[in-house]
């Protein structure tokens, strides 16, 4: 079984500024996917990134860029020059080599500041 | 871009009655899925669907749930007697393939259901 834990429940951000969202898995599968999703106060899930397990190097979106720590099973989030729009819940989840299903963690909330 | 699109995007309903909450997946994807979040809470997955099979499915996908899909591009999940418990946001999302580069699932815009 996976597991994801996202233990900020809510961050402030400036306008312009870089903030970083935390997310640590569990997992005893030797290959897995690792995925952000950003839900916006409208509901609606947006994908934002992707890690495989196996990926030698970080992955990068645009601003979006993620920290993939393997031997920490860790994969944060970072956010560079963050916007009003960037104003959502985001969520950190995963997939093991024997699943077909996403398992989410509870979300952060980032609020961007103007 | 191909997007995930889904119908209704809000449906009331009362105890008891059948919903069925339908998806249209990006055209060349072969993998769906759906998912349900209660509201305050985590992205809760309840079946994959492949091949015109079930393929996973969680404890919540009990004998009240049920996936189909009908013709060539459309995916339902039909709730039989519908429970209070049963009010949520219901995403569809599909993937070209379950693993590897290509997995990500694409999720729809939700559809909010209310059993009153």
């Known amino acids: 079984a996976q597991k994801i834990t996202q233990t900020q429940p809510g961050m402030f951000v400036q306008e312009k500024e870089a903030v970083t969202l935390d997310c640590t898995y569990d997992t005893s599968d030797p290959s897995y996917g690792l995925f952000w999703y950003k839900q916006p106060s409208s509901g609606e899930m947006i994908f934002l990134i992707y890690?495989?397990?196996?990926?030698?190097q970080n992955a990068t979106e645009g601003r979006y860029s993620l920290n993939f720590q393997k031997a920490r099973k860790s994969a944060n989030l970072v956010i560079s020059a963050s916007q009003l729009g960037d104003s959502a819940m985001y969520f950190c989840a995963m997939r093991g080599s024997n699943d077909y299903k996403l398992s989410f963690g509870a979300g952060t909330t980032v609020t961007v500041r103007a | 871009e191909p997007e995930v699109t889904q119908t209704p995007s809000h449906q009331v309903t009362q105890m008891g009655q059948e919903v069925i909450l339908r998806c249209v997946p990006i055209s060349n994807h072969l993998y769906f899925y759906w998912y349900r979040q209660i509201l305050g809470q985590k992205v809760e997955f309840l079946v994959s669907f492949y091949n015109n099979e079930i393929s996973e499915k969680s404890e919540i996908f009990d004998d009240q749930f049920s996936v189909e899909r009908p013709d060539g591009s459309n995916f339902t999940l039909k709730i039989r007697s519908t429970k209070l418990e049963d009010s949520a946001m219901y995403f569809c999302?599909?993937?070209?393939?379950?693993?590897?580069?290509?997995?990500?699932?694409?999720f729809g815009p939700g559809t909010r259901l209310l059993v009153l």
């Open positions: 999302a599909s993937s070209e393939f379950p693993t590897g580069k290509l997995e990500t699932q694409y």
């Open positions: 890690q495989g397990s196996y990926d030698q």
